[in-house]
């Protein structure tokens, strides 16, 4: 009987991107760190955490956006307010004095 020798499939960044992450981790344990399929994971780990990083800070910019939307429209309707209240004001006081 004769043996196939175990060929080792080249590995993509797109098929690591595709991996979830406990699978990801599986597929690392396999390696040793300082082989090309170790240092692809540890760029993958390291993509992924800047992906993350990127994704929470869009969320506090949006909520930050959605607080400063509503302060501007509050402010908005103040100034279309006061502006109202300044005619009215200015015509009651120009039928008193005027």
């Known amino acids: 009987m004769t043996t196939v020798p175990r060929t080792i499939k080249a590995v993509t960044g797109e098929d690591l991107g595709a991996m979830s992450d406990p699978k990801l981790a599986t597929w690392q344990s396999g390696w040793d760190a300082y082989t090309a399929n170790g240092i692809l994971a540890s760029r993958e780990w390291d993509r992924r955490q800047a992906v993350r990083l990127m994704q929470e800070q869009f ?40």
């Not at 501007?72 to 039928?95: E, H, N, P, R, W």
């Open 59 to 98: 969320d506090l910019d949006q909520r930050l956006m959605n607080a400063n939307v509503a302060a501007m429209q509050s402010a908005a309707i103040l100034s279309v307010l006061g502006a109202l209240l300044c005619v009215v004001l200015g015509a009651y006081l120009t039928k008193m004095f005027g």
